[in-house]
């Protein structure tokens, strides 16, 4: 298992996780990014800023987090 910054190449494999943690949500009643949110815009931006973060197994994205310091609106 490696983790390293995301780039670009990695935008479809990350947009699957998060549909697929879309689903799970969805499944349990929870409405958290049931609204669109987040699109791949957003993670591009988050890419560009050097908030995204993947774990890779045998060169494989598997997880995907934006870890971001500072003040963050949304919360």
């Not at 494999?13 to 409405?31: K, P, Y």
């Not at 609204?35 to 890779?56: F, M, S």
Request: with cysteine; aromatic share 8%.
């Amino acid at each position: 298992m490696k983790i390293r910054k995301s780039n670009r190449a990695d935008i479809p494999s990350i947009m699957e996780i998060i549909s697929h943690a879309q689903s799970l949500l969805r499944s349990c009643g929870v409405d958290q990014w049931q609204d669109g949110y987040p699109q791949r815009d957003h993670i591009a931006e988050d890419i560009e800023k050097g908030h995204a973060w993947v774990l890779t197994t045998k060169g494989e994205v598997v997880a995907f987090a934006c870890l971001c310091f500072g003040n963050e609106p949304t919360y």
